[in-house]
């Protein structure tokens, strides 16, 4: 079983040619933020990798970099379009393997096998281990994801999460795109890094309206956060394809929850902090319904796509100016 694992890996590194470089670090399976937080030492290690690609014609030194992570049903082509064009620009990219890493395909209707806390650690770590590489600049490094890699933009920015990883490096700035905001931090205490929400007005996925209210309750505490909510707009706008229902999904429009300093988020009944699998379906239970609408809006695609690469322009090109 080891020999064919090996031979897989050579075999995708050679396939991989000049477009990619496979990289890999040492992360673990933290369920969430409390795990984190309270436990960190005791998680078992886990071999995570990851995808390194150069931007071309560009000399190989000293280059900002984006790390980005992928959605529930993991990487799709919209996702690739933004790491292109970032490339073309001038900035490396690194494409987050959290669910290959662990032989997951989806987490769609349970959102437990690959989770927010897993793939933030996922990010710390590879981050830690890329702005090594001199060919990477460690001070111009930006996260982005979408939906639940949008999670991980924005909440890899919570400093009780990232103070309990400690990691050597910093993310100069957060894109989330379609994230859920639907859990409000008791301490809301973030980096000093800049941070922008892209979402749909219509999103019932991960509802926007959300997003409005933890964003102002975070500006309200001098958060350097913005949002733009696109109009018409629902989750995974910026896709191509008609709108379509995702039966197994959760809608999460009704769902709020707290956020204790240890990252226990907490049920809206009784308190009991979601620290376990069945706790987490259970609390989704009483609050999501299922059916959530997926599919782009041309319009939204084309500000999205736009908003991307001014904001990536302005936090990790602009400096050199």
Same mark, same amino acid.
């Given at each position: 079983?080891?020999?064919?694992?090996?031979?897989?890996?050579?075999?995708?590194?050679?396939?991989?040619?000049?477009?990619?470089?496979?990289?890999?670090?040492?992360?673990?399976?933290?369920?969430?933020?409390?795990?984190?937080?309270?436990?960190?030492?005791?998680?078992?290690?886990?071999?995570?990798?990851?995808?390194?690609?150069?931007?071309?014609?560009?000399?190989?030194?000293?280059?900002?970099?984006?790390?980005?992570?992928?959605?529930?049903?993991?990487?799709?082509?919209?996702?690739?379009?933004?790491?292109?064009? =970032?490339?073309?620009?001038?900035?490396?990219?690194?494409?987050?393997?959290?669910?290959?890493?662990?032989?997951?395909?989806?987490?769609?209707?349970?959102?437990?096998?690959?989770?927010?806390?897993?793939?933030?650690?996922?990010?710390?770590?590879?981050?830690?281990?890329?702005?090594?590489?001199?060919?990477?600049?460690?001070?111009?490094?930006?996260?982005?994801?979408?939906?639940?890699?949008?999670?991980?933009?924005?909440?890899?920015?919570?400093?009780?999460?990232?103070?309990?990883?400690?990691?050597?490096?910093?993310?100069?700035?957060?894109?989330?795109? =379609?994230?859920?905001?639907?859990?409000?931090?008791?301490?809301?205490?973030?980096?000093?890094?800049?941070?922008?929400?892209?979402?749909?007005?219509?999103?019932?996925?991960?509802?926007?309206?959300?997003?409005?209210?933890?964003?102002?309750?975070?500006?309200?505490?001098?958060?350097?956060?913005?949002?733009?909510?696109?109009?018409?707009?629902?989750?995974?706008?910026?896709?191509?394809?008609?709108?379509?229902?995702?039966?197994?999904?959760?809608?999460?429009?009704?769902?709020?929850?707290?956020?204790?300093?240890?990252?226990?988020?907490?049920?809206?009944?009784?308190?009991?902090?979601?620290?376990?699998? =069945?706790?987490?379906?259970?609390?989704?239970?009483?609050?999501?319904?299922?059916?959530?609408?997926?599919?782009?809006?041309?319009?939204?695609?084309?500000?999205?796509?736009?908003?991307?690469?001014?904001?990536?322009?302005? =936090?990790?090109?602009?400096?050199?100016?």
């Amino acid at each position: 079983m080891v020999n064919k694992i090996f031979t897989f890996l050579i075999l995708f590194q050679f396939c991989l040619g000049n477009e990619g470089e496979f990289v890999k670090f040492t992360s673990a399976n933290p369920f969430s933020f409390y795990h984190i937080i309270t436990d960190l030492e005791n998680q078992d290690p886990h071999e995570v990798h990851g995808i390194l690609r150069f931007p071309a014609g560009v000399e190989r030194k000293n280059l900002p970099l984006v790390i980005a992570a992928a959605g529930s049903k993991d990487w799709a082509d919209h996702h690739l379009e933004y790491l292109s064009m =970032y490339r073309d620009m001038g900035v490396a990219t690194f494409e987050l393997q959290s669910f290959a890493s662990r032989d997951i395909k989806s987490t769609v209707g349970t959102q437990v096998d690959v989770t927010t806390a897993m793939m933030i650690l996922d990010a710390y770590r590879a981050l830690d281990t890329l702005i090594k590489d001199p060919r990477i600049n460690p001070q111009r490094v930006a996260i982005t994801g979408w939906s639940l890699g949008g999670a991980v933009s924005l909440f890899s920015a919570w400093q009780p999460l990232k103070d309990a990883i400690s990691p050597e490096g910093s993310f100069s700035a957060h894109l989330p795109i =379609y994230p859920p905001c639907i859990v409000k931090p008791e301490k809301m205490e973030f980096t000093d890094a800049p941070i922008h929400i892209l979402i749909g007005e219509l999103d019932n996925w991960v509802p926007a309206a959300a997003c409005e209210d933890l964003v102002a309750d975070m500006q309200a505490t001098g958060v350097d956060i913005g949002i733009t909510v696109y109009p018409d707009a629902h989750h995974g706008f910026d896709r191509e394809g008609p709108l379509v229902v995702e039966e197994n999904g959760y809608a999460l429009s009704d769902c709020r929850f707290r956020m204790r300093a240890d990252g226990a988020v907490l049920m809206n009944f009784l308190n009991i902090p979601m620290t376990k699998p =069945y706790l987490q379906k259970l609390a989704l239970a009483f609050c999501a319904d299922r059916g959530p609408t997926l599919g782009g809006n041309p319009e939204a695609r084309e500000a999205s796509y736009n908003f991307a690469k001014v904001f990536i322009t302005k =936090y990790l090109l602009d400096y050199k100016k």
